[in-house]
């Protein structure tokens, strides 16, 4: 008998006729299906799908026998998916499908167990033994109801006795689907029985195996806890004799030991403590840990010095170029250290910008001197127990990093480098930096006391060097204990120099580039750094040379001829990384008005620092921008007050600035910009401005200013110079007390550049302003230009006698106004 019905696919899930089971149904046509359904006679037929991944499966994808079933009832969710609980009746073979649009629509036809009813002995006892075997299949499997095993016991009916089992026991899909599609009961009670033989078997197997694991779970827990008993009877029974030797190993280390009278006897209480104490206590693993502490620490073990002077320096000048000062230092150092049996050992600081080889440096000293190194770093400490050690009364106490770098060492004499020195900070911990006191005094360093150790320990034969970025964040005290080298960024000639003798050779071996032709010419270098890299060491330098090579590398690899040579000039680097990363600034083409070179000293070393104004009709106000800090723009305001208080001398009327505005700008906005050396450059920048008089194109300047027009030193003469060098500068400009300072800069650049000293802003002004022409309408400045420049006080007396003029006049001009019309 054929029907029509719809059609149910079901994911992973075989129902047999009489078994009830729940549903969450969520895709559209599964619920289209249910609402069909609901809407005749709440008859559905209910198929499994062959793959149950499949989201939309075709009717040649789902099984074709499958159990017509009752929906009793019917729940919508909130997520928009139903749950909906199904009896199955009866087993139905899809005989075609009638639509599979909206919801799947077939007709079905209705499968009668064939069988059932004759009065077979044979099938009577099959029946008898599928129920024994379910029985003990319960007995077996835990997950299964006892109550299940009286209810099956119960069951009449031939065909739903094998449909009940095969719904509760757990066969894999593809059994429950054959044992749905078999329509003799007869077959269907013999293939049930033999799937439950088979799956009774694996539950025995499970249950041996269970009970043999268990069975040697509780024989290792019992071995364990009588190895423990035993180990702790023994422990009881030899623990005196193993204390003994290792109080007697204590004393016999302690006596052969070199060290300080104080420490050998405090070694000896700390013995004589531990002996009364039980080996097991917390505390004598503290004293123990203390005595160890004590011991491996170097008290007379020192290296002997190298005190070959040509040596050391040949060794500094292999692994540094430049770097003079602190190379000559060290020298210095040796050749005392030769004359005299014992000095303290130096305690130096270099100060300069990252990549310059101030760590480096310590590593080529240690190896100059024959001493071991060790190195420290403080960026980020705070805790001031870090540098002199925790109390023992703490737990996990331990020495600070000072004696834990010596004991790392194991000599008293090593290079201690303690890296980052201007980046240690204080919290409520401490000031790890007060503590650095002690440790880099030479007066106190000879009995250095951590408060771990608690005893007297000699610092003063060990070569503390120190790096920093900037001294500015250094205290000042912690300061005055160190000899200070700066070491200022290189120039570019000292960087072609490094890169040529030190950095391309060094990348060619990192890159295995030892036996290929390749010839890096000067301007590729130059390429690199004017336009790859800013910065005052060399670290971005040698990335990029190493990026170079690199590629040079990938090509060589895809093309390993032999003879084959590169050639690396400034546009194959340009090929290499793409477009230039940065610019140096240039001089201007032509001499501008309100326009003025500046120098600037960054942490990338010297710059040229542009320095434009504008002036337009307003009330007096004056803007500064480019990101300027507050000193700069004290300059600025300084330069206004000067220019005001010279109107007169400059041929500007007293009261010009009630009737302009000024605007002064520093270009390349996003850089930060800071300090007092811009002043004589704003001063010439307004002047400029306000008189219309060009400044030369070819003068840069630097200096500091004071309200009386004086000239004040800076700093960073060289840096400042050499960029003015790199620009194209023929004139600086710079304060008379920073002439000493010229010994530092190279002669290549001395040659080339024409310096000015001044001692005022008057002297900067007739430098720099471009000449004017004999018929210039202003007299005044003309004069000034000149050298002619009117005293102080007569300037004084002028504008005095202007404002007086004017004040007389604007009191006849109010009382004209008072007068009545008639």
């Known amino acids: 008998m054929a029907r029509k019905i719809p059609l149910l696919p079901l994911r992973e899930l075989i129902v047999f006729p009489h078994e009830v ?458 300061r005055d204990r160190m000899e200070i080298i700066e070491l200022s960024g290189y120039t570019d000639e000292d960087k072609l120099k490094i890169a040529k003798q030190y950095l391309i050779p060094k990348q060619i071996e990192q890159n295995g580039l030892e036996g290929v032709d390749i010839q890096v010419g000067d301007p590729a270098v130059k390429e690199l750094i004017h336009h790859y890299t800013k910065e005052a060491g060399v670290r971005s330098l040698e990335r990029e040379t190493a990026a170079v090579l690199r590629k040079i590398a990938r090509e060589y690899v895809k093309d390993p001829r032999k003879g084959q040579s590169f050639k690396v000039d400034a546009k194959y680097v340009q090929k290499l990384l793409g477009p230039r990363k940065y610019r140096f600034n240039r001089a201007e083409e032509i001499d501008s008005i309100g326009m003025v070179n500046g120098l600037a000293y960054t942490s990338f070393g010297g710059d040229l620092l542009p320095v434009e104004t504008t002036v337009t009709s307003g009330k007096g106000k004056v803007t500064l921008t480019g990101q300027l800090g507050d000193v700069i723009k004290e300059s600025a305001h300084a330069a206004v007050t000067y220019v005001r208080a010279r109107s007169l001398v400059l041929g500007l009327e007293p009261d010009f600035y009630e009737y302009v505005d000024f605007h002064v700008h520093f270009p390349e906005g996003a850089v930060p910009k800071d300090g007092p050396s811009a002043g004589v450059t704003i001063v010439t920048s307004l002047v400029s401005a306000l008189l219309r008089v060009p400044v030369r194109k070819d003068v840069a300047m630097t200096g500091e200013i004071n309200l009386r027009g004086k000239v004040l030193p800076i700093g960073g003469l060289k840096e400042k110079v050499l960029a003015a060098y790199r620009a194209e500068i023929t004139t600086v400009i710079c304060p008379r007390e920073n002439e000493k300072d010229l010994h530092e800069v190279p002669k290549t650049v001395l040659k080339a550049i024409e310096f000015k000293f001044a001692d005022t802003i008057d002297d900067v002004l007739r430098w720099a302003i471009a000449p004017l022409a004999e018929d210039h309408p202003n007299a005044p400045l003309r004069a000034f230009l000149g050298g002619t420049t009117p005293a102080e006080a007569d300037d004084w007396r002028a504008v005095r006698q202007f404002l007086r003029d004017r004040e007389r006049q604007e009191r006849a001009e109010r009382s004209r106004e008072n007068e009545p019309v008639h």
Request: proline fraction near 5%.
């Open 21 to 478: 089971v729940p549903l969450f149904v969520g895709r559209e046509k599964s619920i289209a299906a249910l609402e069909e359904a609901m809407a005749d006679d709440r008859h559905i037929l209910l198929c499994a799908q062959k793959k149950a991944k499949v989201n939309d499966p075709k009717p040649e994808g789902i099984h074709t026998v499958g159990t017509i079933g009752t929906i009793i009832q019917l729940l919508r969710l909130p997520d928009g998916t139903v749950k909906v609980l199904v009896e199955g009746k009866t087993r139905a073979r899809i005989e075609k499908y009638l639509d599979t649009g909206k919801c799947f629509f077939v007709e079905a036809e209705l499968l009668q167990p064939e069988g059932e009813g004759e009065d077979d002995p044979e099938l009577a006892a099959l029946v008898r033994s599928v129920q024994a075997t379910f029985e003990n299949y319960v007995k077996l499997n835990k997950r299964v109801p006892p109550e299940l095993a009286v209810s099956v016991q119960s069951i009449e009916s031939p065909a739903r006795l094998a449909d009940t089992i095969a719904a509760h026991v757990n066969f894999k899909l593809t059994a429950k689907q054959e044992l749905l599609e078999t329509e003799s009961v007869r077959a269907r009670l013999e293939k049930l029985f033999e799937l439950m033989q088979n799956e009774i078997e694996i539950l025995q197997v499970e249950k041996k195996i269970r009970t043999r694991v268990k069975k040697q779970m509780e024989k290792n827990q019992k071995e364990y806890y009588l190895n423990e008993q035993m180990q702790a009877i023994q422990k009881e029974l030899g623990s005196q004799d193993e204390f003994k030797n290792e109080i007697a190993e204590l004393e016999e280390r302690i006596r052969r030991k070199k060290m300080s009278k104080e420490a050998a006897e405090r070694l000896k209480k700390e013995l004589k403590k531990l002996k009364m104490m039980s080996p097991m206590s917390a505390e004598a693993t503290v004293v123990r840990n203390y005595i160890d502490v004590v011991l491996a620490l170097p008290w007379f073990e020192r290296t002997e010095d190298k005190l070959d002077v040509e040596e050391a320096e040949k060794i500094l000048d292999e692994d540094h170029y430049g770097l003079e000062k602190p190379k000559q230092r060290i020298v210095e150092y040796l050749a005392v250290q030769k004359l005299v049996n014992k000095i303290r050992g130096p305690i130096l600081c270099l100060v300069g910008p990252p990549g310059v080889g101030k760590t480096s440096l310590a590593k080529s000293v240690a190896r100059a001197t024959g001493r071991k190194f060790v190195r420290v770093s403080l960026g980020g400490v705070r805790d001031e127990a870090e540098i002199r050690g925790h109390r023992r009364t703490y737990i996990g106490a331990m020495p600070g990093k000072i004696l834990h770098g010596i004991r790392k060492a194991g000599s008293a004499n090593p290079v201690f480098l303690l890296d980052e020195i201007d980046k240690m900070s204080m919290d409520f911990r401490g000031d790890p930096s007060a503590a650095m006191l002690e440790v880099l005094d030479p007066e106190q360093n000879v009995a250095f006391v951590d408060h771990f150790l608690d005893l007297d320990y000699d610092l003063s034969e060990v070569l503390f060097i120190c790096t920093a970025n900037s001294l500015h964040t250094i205290p000042i005290p912690l």
